[in-house]
């Protein structure tokens, strides 16, 4: 094991959240996530942070600034530091009515503020804002020039708010999201917003998906039936994508993916997150997050200093094992082994 010190690793706290509710298992709250999280360890090595769903039940988007400052010390206490905060933007549409779009603004604006505050309280030097379309590929679809348009310029609006705080968005690509949905629409968005604070938040388990044209068969890397042990031919497919967005990529998701789709309560079929340990993973993570982190050279980019573990909509009984984060810290720090850095 080294000693490096960058990418701080982080955990999400949102898979607490996501695909959680009336509609499917209880909410996890965040004093449990957070618990969960610390008291993981892996040869005396711990996370360093964690990332945040600025929703309820977790943290409200209206919280007051008291509710800030104890949340910070809250988090600070148990020497963790916050990185990305995730905006709740479901309620608006960057394709819907002229009010559904002011939601959409006004969330972006909220988290922006309280991203700000916490990077004030020096409980947050680094991370950004992560957003989406909220809109389904289908609705995009129906006309997706003309609607690619619409997105971008809600996406500028909202960038020139963020900008007002000082911070950055990333949009994550999905592929339920439309006009994200597939790798080369993605690149196509970013660059037709063009505004110097935004990028793209990478999700290997989302991004996998990506390859195999799920939601755009046109788009696809890999062909159909793809015999998985063909690791030659899926590095190459992730050589292509990694290309196209590396360049864009300011926030990044560890994760592992079986090459299929999933959704439970409310959240649409998306990009599948398998445990760490999964045999069915089709992912080498420590290998892969490299098409990521490094350059077509295969220098470190060191374009963002924290990297985060998602993995939402398991079970609540896998979610409450204090050994299921054991064995995804156990995974971040082969990450940072193979890719990591020291200032």
Partial sequence: MTNNEYPKLHNAMWPGLVGKGSDSE????LDTMLNLTAKAEVDGKKFDGVDLFL???HTSIDVSDDGIKELADKIGGMGFVVGSVVAPVWDGSTLGSPEKVEKFLTQVKKASSIARKLTDLGIRPYGVVRIDSSVSPVE???DPVGNQKKIAEVFRQACDTAADFGEKLAAEGEICWGGMHNWKDMVDLLE????PNIG???DMAHTLLYLLGYNAPEQRILPEDFDWS???ALQAGLRKMTAALRPWTIDFHVAQNDATVHGTGSHDKTGRHCLATDPNGKLDIPRDAGHWLRDEQGNLTKAFKHICWDGCMFPNEVMLKQQTWNDILAVM???RDA????E
């Fill in 26 to 29: 209880p909410a996890i709250d």
């Fill in 55 to 57: 929703a309820d039940p």
């Fill in 140 to 142: 995009w679809a129906k």
């Fill in 192 to 195: 037709r917003v063009d505004r």
């Fill in 200 to 202: 793209f938040q990478a």
């Fill in 230 to 232: 063909d690791t030659e």
């Fill in 333 to 335: 720090l082969k990450v």
């Fill in 339 to 342: 890719h990591g850095w020291s």
